[in-house]
C-alpha cells in the first residue's frame, strides 16, 4: 500500500526509490514488470503488453505524486 515493499523494504515504489535503483522510467518499471527480479515474480503471459504499459504508467505517475 502507498508505494511500499513488503517483501524488500528499500525497494519501494516512491520517486526517491525508483531514482536511486534507476527505475524511475517507463522501460524500467515494464521490463521489471515483464521478467521480475530477485523475490518479485514474472509478469510475463499473466499481463498483456498493454496492461503492462498502463501498471508503469501509473506507479511512475503515482510516484510523481508521493502515492
Ligand atoms: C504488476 C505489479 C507490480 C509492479 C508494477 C511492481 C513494480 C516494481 C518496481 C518498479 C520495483 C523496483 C522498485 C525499486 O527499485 O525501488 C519492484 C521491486 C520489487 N517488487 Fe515489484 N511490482 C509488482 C508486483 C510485485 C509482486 C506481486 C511482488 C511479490 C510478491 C513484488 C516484489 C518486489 C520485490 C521483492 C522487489 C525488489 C526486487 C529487488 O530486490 O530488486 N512485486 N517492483
New binding site residues.
Given amino acids: 500500500m502507498g508505494g511500499g515493499?513488503v517483501?524488500?523494504a528499500g525497494?519501494?515504489?516512491k520517486k526517491d526509490?525508483?531514482e536511486?535503483?534507476e527505475?524511475a522510467s517507463l522501460n524500467?518499471?515494464k521490463n521489471?514488470?515483464l521478467n521480475g527480479?530477485?523475490?518479485?515474480?514474472s509478469?510475463k503471459g499473466r499481463?498483456s503488453a498493454t496492461q503492462i504499459d498502463d501498471?508503469?504508467a501509473y506507479?511512475l505517475e503515482q510516484s510523481e505524486k508521493g502515492w
Fill in positions: 515493499n517483501v524488500n525497494k519501494t515504489l526509490a525508483l536511486k535503483y527505475m524500467a518499471i521489471q514488470v527480479k530477485a523475490a518479485m515474480p509478469f499481463l501498471v508503469a506507479v
